[in-house]
């Protein structure tokens, strides 16, 4: 697995010191030198769910509140793209996001999958279906997880490889979304919740797979969200948000910087 390769330039970091406003010195990180990082992947990379969408990124929904927006507000690379697009699927990111990687990318992020699964039509199903249909549904989606998606992730894997060779690259997983026998009282039965819950740890090892045998590091989100899942007493997920469809079952601003921004940064 190749090293982290911001920790490896660490000793170029220029830090500049900044009067506090009591009078106490702290730290700023300056650009570093010829670090370029490319932030790739869907929604849960976007920031879907986190709030103040840049109008500039139209139907991406990308947010400053967004996890690699929110580290390289922190590490200042001197150069950061940041082309995560809500909706994408494997074929997006191949037709759509691969431009700014090149031979001298340091770091690329990525989550992506879910969408390639059926993540939005699984979710519609258990919430106004039966859980029969649901867990029949899910199931489903598990089998395309086995037969289909692996190769789809090879293709999106091979091509970040091939465009940036000494880069970086960390594959996100995705949260578990329900604590069982939590507070929920109303919504999908704890059999639905728990098939879901399944079929997230089922897509998470998939994607742990192809990254491990690419040589990309996989950084799991679901021990960062125990505790902060829907039903539970601090969630961190979006539960079904009538008045914004699109940002149920995405992470808050919270779960992207409580979540999501830690894992990340312990990866790279």
């Known amino acids: 697995m190749k090293m982290p390769r911001f920790a490896a330039l ?25 670090f370029g990082y490319v932030a790739l992947g869907d929604s849960y990379s976007s920031g879907v769910g986190a709030g103040n969408y840049d109008s500039g990124s139209g139907a991406c929904k990308r947010t400053p509140r967004a996890y690699p927006a929110l580290w390289a507000a922190s590490h200042a690379p001197q150069t950061f793209s940041f082309v995560a697009c809500s909706g994408a699927r494997t074929n997006d990111v191949l037709a759509g996001q691969l ?13 992506i999958g879910g969408n390639d699964a059926g993540f939005s039509d699984v979710m519609t199903t258990c919430v106004l279906q039966s859980e029969a249909t649901c867990v ?15 190769a789809r992730l090879d293709q999106v894997y091979n091509a970040i490889e091939s465009r940036s060779p000494n880069a970086r ?19 999908l ?9 399944g079929a997230a740890d089922h897509l998470n090892a998939a994607i742990a797979k192809r990254a ?33 469809i699109g940002e149920s079952y995405h992470p808050t ?9 830690p894992v990340f940064t312990n990866a790279a």
């Open 189 to 197: 039965t704890e059999g639905e919740r728990a098939a879901i819950n």
């Open 99 to 111: 431009a700014p990687l090149n031979s001298g990318t340091d770091l690329v992020s990525i989550t």
């Open 136 to 150: 029949s549904r899910v199931n489903e989606a598990k089998a395309y997880v086995n037969s289909t998606l692996p």
């Open 10 to 34: 660490a000793s170029t970091l220029l830090l500049a010191a900044g009067a506090a406003l009591f009078g106490a010195g702290q730290a700023a990180a300056a650009p570093q030198a010829d």
């Open 212 to 244: 491990a045998d690419h040589g990309f590091a996989f950084a799991s989100v679901a021990g960062a969200f125990t505790g902060h899942e829907i039903c539970s007493g601090s969630p961190w997920l979006h539960s079904v948000n009538w008045l914004n």
């Open 169 to 187: 690259v960390v594959v996100l997983g995705y949260p578990r979304f329900y604590k069982l026998n939590g507070t929920c009282t109303t919504g």
């Open 253 to 261: 601003a919270a779960g992207q910087s409580g979540g999501y921004l």
